[in-house]
């Protein structure tokens, strides 16, 4: 869902993809280049504008300081952690280099109206580009026009009689942003006005939020990777953090209408909140990396706090207190990053901090259930089932916990109470047919399997599953059927072939099992039973000297392997008694 209709994002990982395959080395590099990037266009942003002698400063640090200091307080924030770390929320901070260089470029245009005019193009195109990588770029042609009044031209309508044209060109990528939205609606059911959660429902769960936003920038002493749904506040607790939100969202708005550059930074901050704040989500209510470019603001004033109290003290000594946060925030990060390290790490370290989010208890299942330690995983599955009922995936993970435990019954429940939840749920259809099969019902099992294939044909292990099972029930040509969905599906996978090959040669096509059984071997030569078999294709076609040499090979890489002896006993014998 994350990559659905971001294809600037999709394309970026994609090349990565062709660069190192899977190798997370790769992302990584490729993540924190684009950090790297961000801070610096930060860091010419904050220069440029305090160089033009716009007041974000009290004056005391020099431009260069100032902003070398706000970028690198930003670069090395805690908070920044999951946007850069976790590979996927390059949607985040991939779009907020876009956003910051739609912003850089204008002010490189701005300062030079016939010379700057590369700027001027590079500018649409980076807000473009944004656009296709994540929604949240839609204030953007806003904020530009917005930096335009307060800092270049002083009034709308100046800005828009020098930069009109390129106001317009900007705005027009929001048609793109539109296409976009229309091609994946809804984000994949995961956010949206009809997601089943009310508008206001969610709105009110965001004063609270957007508090901790503004708490963990000053302070970031508890951060949690998965924060899970958010309830709807107690009206105790939603009126003060609705009514502080909406003064603090009134009084920027007032402040910015007054040309103040403490107005802009402000409204900045809620612009770019606003979309994930405003449109309702099922599966993050609240997530850290949306703060990823609003931190800019935080890191601003901090910055600029520090300068006033040390010009109003004549204590310049006091601006050392920059390095020492920025090198506290630098060791945060690296402990927060050493929690990013393995999957059980980072789920028992969310669910510790959030032991009432379903969805972090199904992740460390997972990450238990991938280690070996079944009977943890269980107790995380169960824990996940209890806070949310409904919640198939867990029934399901909770089924293949209680199966490998040897609880079959137990496990069967969970597996059709997935199916019943989520009746377009495949992997849980697939799990059930596997139950049924265990336990000998293998008409049961045929059909449990039949829905899974029916749901997600193109995948190629309900495609097996489905052929396995009607390989038990004797059904040679429908199991033939599907083993060769599956090979088309996945052709370089050998224990397919090898499965299609024993089908073909029970079902008496001998010629066509050897050659599945050849083309699996070139994928995988050193399957001793699948030598023996192919011995086995080639006798009946009549082909002895290489029937010989395939059984010689099983032998070779398992001697104690009784068929292969058998099987080549029989050819000598055999050619004994022709002698």
């Known amino acids: 869902m994350t990559v ?32 790297l990037l961000a801070g610096l266009t930060l860091f010419g942003i904050v220069r440029r504008t305090l160089a033009a002698g716009n ?18 307080i930003w ?27 739609t912003l850089y470029c204008f002010i490189r245009h701005a300062e030079s109206e ?30 530009v026009l917005l930096y335009d009044r307060t800092f270049v031209t002083g009034r709308f309508g100046a800005a828009w009689r020098r930069h009109g044209r390129l106001h317009l060109a900007l705005a027009s990528t929001w048609i793109v942003l539109a296409i976009l939205a229309l091609a994946s609606p809804g984000r994949g059911g995961s956010s949206g006005l009809d997601v089943g959660i009310g508008w206001w429902s969610y709105v009110s769960t965001q004063f609270p939020v957007i508090l901790r936003y503004l708490r963990l920038a000053v302070w970031p002493g508890s951060l949690v990777f998965d924060y899970g749904p958010e309830p709807v506040p107690p009206a105790a607790e939603l009126v003060p953090a609705a009514a502080l939100i909406l003064g603090l969202a009134a009084t920027a708005a007032a402040a910015a209408w007054r040309k103040s550059p403490w107005g802009f930074l402000g409204v900045c901050v809620f612009a770019i909140l606003a979309p994930t704040s405003l449109v309702p989500g099922v599966l993050q209510m609240s997530a850290e990396h949306r703060m990823y470019l609003p931190l800019a603001a935080v890191a601003i004033a901090g910055v600029s706090g520090v300068d006033w109290i040390a010009r ?32 059980l790490a980072l789920w028992s370290d969310t669910v510790m901090k959030r032991p009432d989010n379903p969805y972090a208890r199904v992740n460390l299942g997972n990450a238990l259930f991938d280690s070996g330690r079944i009977a943890g995983a269980v107790a995380q599955f169960e824990a996940a089932v209890r806070l949310k009922p409904d919640y198939a995936v867990a029934r399901n993970n909770l089924g293949n916990g209680l199966a490998r435990l040897g609880r079959i019954t137990d496990a069967e429940k969970e597996f059709v109470t997935a199916t019943r939840l989520k009746p377009d749920y495949d992997q849980a259809f697939e799990n059930l047919a596997g139950i049924f099969t265990l336990t000998g019902r293998l008409r049961e099992a045929e ?23 009607l390989a038990g029930t004797g059904d040679w040509t429908g199991a033939a059927a599907h083993y060769e969905t599956a090979r088309r599906l996945r052709p370089d996978d050998a224990s397919i072939r ?19 059984y050849r083309a699996g071997l070139a994928l995988q030569p050193d399957v001793a039973n699948a030598h023996n078999d192919l011995g086995v294709a080639l006798v009946r076609l009549g082909r002895l000297a290489e029937a010989r040499a395939q059984f010689q090979a099983a032998l070779r890489l398992r001697p104690d392997d009784a068929d292969a002896r058998r099987n080549l006993g029989g050819l000598d014998a055999a050619s004994a008694a022709t002698r």
């Open 4 to 35: 659905d209709a971001r294809p600037v994002l999709n394309l970026s990982l994609a090349l990565d993809h062709a660069w190192g395959g899977l190798d997370v080395r790769g992302y990584h590099i490729v993540n924190l280049a684009i950090h």
């Open 55 to 72: 007041a974000l400063r009290s004056g005391g640090l020099p431009p260069t300081v100032f902003a070398l200091s706000v970028a690198v």
């Open 75 to 101: 670069l090395v924030h805690p908070l920044q952690t999951e946007s850069v770390t976790y590979i996927v929320q390059r949607a985040e901070s991939l779009m907020g280099l876009f956003y910051l260089l």
């Open 114 to 143: 016939y010379g700057g005019r590369w700027a001027g193009c590079f500018c649409v195109l980076t807000c473009l580009l944004g656009m296709a990588t994540k929604e949240v770029m839609v204030s953007a042609p806003v904020i």
């Open 312 to 343: 109003k003290t004549a204590h310049r000594s006091f601006i050392l207190i920059i390095p020492a946060v920025a090198a506290a925030l630098a060791l945060a990060t690296s402990a927060r990053n050493e929690i990013y390290q393995t999957p």
């Open 447 to 469: 059909k449990a399997a039949a829905a899974a294939v029916r749901l997600k044909p193109d995948l190629a292990d309900s495609q097996a599953v489905l052929a396995g099972i």
């Open 498 to 516: 090898f499965k299609l090959a024993e089908v073909l040669l029970r079902s008496g096509r001998p010629a066509a099992a050897a050659a599945e």
